[in-house]
T-cell receptor
Framework: QKEVEQDPGPLSVPEGAIVSLNCTYSNSAFQYFMWYRQYSRKGPELLMYTYSSGNKEDGRFTAQVDKSSKYISLFIRDSQPSDSATYLCAMRGNTGNQFYFGTGTSLTVIP | DTEVTQTPKHLVMGMTNKKSLKCEQHMGHRAMYWYKQKAKKPPELMFVYSYEKLSINESVPSRFSPECPNSSLLNLHLHALQPEDSALYLC?????????????FGPGTRLTVL
């Protein structure tokens, strides 16, 4: 079983839709949870990060962590064509330097 | 400033060449990472430096040789690479062990091995 599971998509939505991206994980020691956006042929860009459980909102983006279910989500409201990218979840525990990535979900927002 | 810079942006090399990739950050981060990313795949961890010491080497072939000259710089020396080594090489940094929250990535170096 992989440490982090993420549906690779592709996911295609109309402009203005609410997008829900998800990851599940198996290691209960994970404490830090991140979402990265990666445009084609570019490096990943940090979008959101949360520590432990709860919600975090930043503009059109909301990150949710449910540690009891080992499930994290990223919601994008009022999606725009510029949101078209691959979204990677990543996570790690309290010790060590190793981060674990999901496979990434490819999102296309159609104008 | 949350910037990690990488040079060069693109690199084409033959299998007998020796080249180096460079990474720099000025955020005071004490952990730095090299990742390799193939198309449509997540980044794969290669090396981790923590406080300028190699702490993780994910069984990377010896034709890749990392170096951390100081806390702001990270190099990846390349020698006798194979065409299958062609990929996007990403550098990242984070605050450091014991207080590491997240990683910040550079834009990557796109390497093509002929």
């Amino acid at each position: 079983q992989k440490e982090v599971e993420q549906d690779p998509g592709p996911l295609s939505v109309p402009e203005g839709a609410i997008v829900s991206l998800n990851c599940t994980y198996s290691n209960s020691a994970f404490q830090y949870f991140m979402w990265y956006r990666q445009y084609s042929r570019k490096g990943p860009e940090l979008l959101m990060y949360t520590y432990s459980s709860g919600n975090k909102e930043d503009g059109r983006f909301t990150a949710q962590v449910d540690k009891s279910s080992k499930y994290i989500s990223l919601f994008i409201r009022d999606s725009q064509p510029s949101d078209s990218a691959t979204y990677l979840c990543a996570m790690r525990g309290n010790t060590g330097n190793q981060f674990y990535f999901g496979t990434g979900t490819s999102l296309t927002v159609i104008p | 400033d949350t910037e990690v810079t990488q040079t060069p942006k693109h690199l084409v090399m033959g299998m007998t060449n020796k080249k180096s990739l460079k990474c720099e950050q000025h955020m005071g981060h004490r952990a730095m990472y090299w990742y390799k990313q193939k198309a449509k795949k997540p980044p794969e961890l290669m090396f981790v430096y923590s406080y300028e010491k190699l702490s993780i080497n994910e069984s990377v072939p010896s034709r890749f040789s990392p170096e951390c000259p100081n806390s702001s710089l990270l190099n990846l020396h390349l020698h006798a690479l194979q065409p299958e080594d062609s990929a996007l090489y990403l550098c990242a940094s984070s605050r450091g062990a014991g207080n590491t929250d997240t990683q910040y990535f550079g834009p990557g170096t796109r390497l093509t091995v002929l």
